[in-house]
């Protein structure tokens, strides 16, 4: 398989490998913050030497061990201007499934981007030979619970008193999935995947 993070593009939008300046852009707002969980929804400035911290060695050699760990790392970037992330992680060779994260800038929430850039890579992932693709989000995180719905993610798992919120409270973990076949069926891309293939 290729673990390379390739241009991918929708109607309105370009996923791609990013600069630092576009993670910084990207990050600018703290996210834990921003999911709303525990009644909490603040816009929180990153400290950007965290964000850079993760490119010692620079882009490339960030990219290279993303390749190696089976990793892809795309930038969402509408007229030039990044607003967004998409990460996969947690790969299981064993099953053909990986996990993905995303977040969008705060700026750009309520435009139907992340959906769009979502369904894009998931598109993507399926071409390469992934079976299925699971996506996470905390309770009280309204906003990726309602792009998970969109997109059709089913429920998977939760795992019960996943985090301690900074007030005391436990915070459940709500594992959603998507498998190939329920993607195809509802997009009605068979035809097209095996064409391309």
Known sequence: MNYETVELKTKRLIIKKGQKEDFLRVYEYDFNKLKNVDGECKLVKNDPNKILSLFNGGIKKYYSKLKKAHMFDWIVYLDNEPIGNILTTD??????????????????????????????????????????????????????????TKLGFKPYKINEDAFKSKTGNMIDEYKTIMTKEDWLSRTQKISKLKDSL
Do not use: Q
């Open 91 to 148: 790969e299981d060779p064993k099953n053909m499934m990986i996990e993905i994260i995303y977040n969008l800038h705060p700026s750009y929430w309520g435009n139907g981007y992340m959906p769009e850039a979502v369904a894009c890579v998931i598109d993507y992932l399926f071409k390469l030979g992934y079976e299925s693709i699971v996506c996470a989000y905390l309770d009280g995180n309204l906003k990726a619970k309602r792009t998970l």
